[in-house]
């Protein structure tokens, strides 16, 4: 408070508190500046330049980087703090990711993102603003559930979690699966693809591995300790599509030379490939061949084909042919739809 006098050591405190609030690289503070900002914050009494530049020291020795410029003609010499835990980049990369995660409610984002403005100066905060491109909740807290989740990780517990799944077009809710059986699951990793936050985990009722969505998690809880511990290899999740699983297969495919800078983003530059006649390119991949995958796969329509295996490649023939066949039919004459819902 203003009225109310600083201590020393209060003093001190608030002097680290407005390095980190008003100053940076470019943004430097002055003896005089910085008396003044303390004199906002309570009575000084006797304060010296003297005292301000012990204190100046005192930070510094704990660590505190704080950089005195050199001047010249007796002008009056600026600090500013030099480092801090997080550089300006990456708190822009934490503001971007917070902004394209789906799984963060609009409401969540701001604070995230206000809490984030604390690790900066007030000049640079400014500049730290999301952009909100993704599809969020208003409102809503991240699932609370991430807790139970990660500690079940570490501790090797079964977790039992109800599931949400179909989506009731009335009451705009995703409704439970299993007539809201309750689900026992190993838990392994959290990951997030796609804007979406998913656990991984071995489904005991079937011993096989399954990922669900951790916003679509409720009434979270531990169930048991694991029987035996699940593992799940960083090879399954790197050739997991859309986070669909599958059986492990090697894939020969042909992809058109202009579609191949996404081929590489997704399987990385070590991909085997040699170039064919013309613009095409074989690629030799192993991935989880899944509904996921041929999802992926026919966004790239003619430019992409499966060689082998040949069932493989059977099977995305019948899929494609499935797809032809609800265009090839007629549009469905239906009921004109009520505005007011």
Not at 28 to 55: F, N, P, V, Y
Request: aromatic fraction near 10%.
């Amino acid at each position: 408070m203003p009225n109310e006098k600083l201590s020393n050591r209060d003093r001190l405190l608030a002097v680290r508190d407005i390095f980190e609030q008003y100053s940076d690289e470019e943004q430097t503070l002055t003896l005089e500046e910085l008396s003044t900002e303390l004199s906002k914050r309570g009575l000084i009494e006797k304060l010296s330049r003297k005292s301000l530049k012990e204190d100046i020291a005192a930070l510094a020795k704990s660590g505190f980087d704080i950089h005195a410029e050199e001047t010249k003609n007796g002008l009056a010499i600026p600090y500013h703090l030099v480092s801090r835990p997080f550089e300006y980049h990456h708190l822009r990369l934490l503001v971007d990711a917070i902004a394209s995660a789906k799984f963060i409610s609009e409401s969540e984002t701001e604070v995230l993102v206000r809490n984030i403005h604390t690790l900066t100066s007030k000049r640079l905060a400014k500049t730290l603003t999301p952009v909100i491109h993704t599809v969020k909740k208003p409102k809503g807290v991240i699932p609370f559930s991430i807790d139970t989740i990660q500690k079940a990780i570490i501790e090797q517990d079964i977790i039992s979690f109800q599931y949400q799944g179909k989506f009731n077009e009335r009451t705009r809710k995703f409704e439970l699966r299993r007539d809201g059986d309750y689900y026992l699951v190993t838990p392994a990793h959290l990951i997030v693809d796609n804007g979406n936050y998913y656990l991984i985990g071995r489904d005991e009722r079937v011993e096989e591995i399954r990922t669900y969505r951790v916003d679509r998690i409720v009434n979270c809880s531990v169930f048991e300790p694991a029987q035996t511990p699940v593992e799940v290899e960083a090879t399954y999740l790197s050739s997991m599509f859309n986070m669909y699983g599958g059986e492990q297969e090697q894939l020969t495919l042909k992809f058109h030379e202009s579609v191949m800078p996404t081929v590489v983003d997704r399987f990385g530059t070590d991909i085997r490939c040699r170039r064919l006649e013309g613009d095409w390119f074989e690629v030799k991949v192993g991935a989880l061949f899944s509904q996921g995958f041929m999802m992926w796969l026919i966004q790239f329509a003619e430019q992409a084909e499966i060689l082998e295996p040949a069932f493989c490649r059977e099977a995305f023939k019948n899929k494609v042919l499935e797809l032809a066949k609800v265009y090839q039919a007629g549009v469905p004459v239906s009921p004109q739809m009520n505005e007011s819902v």
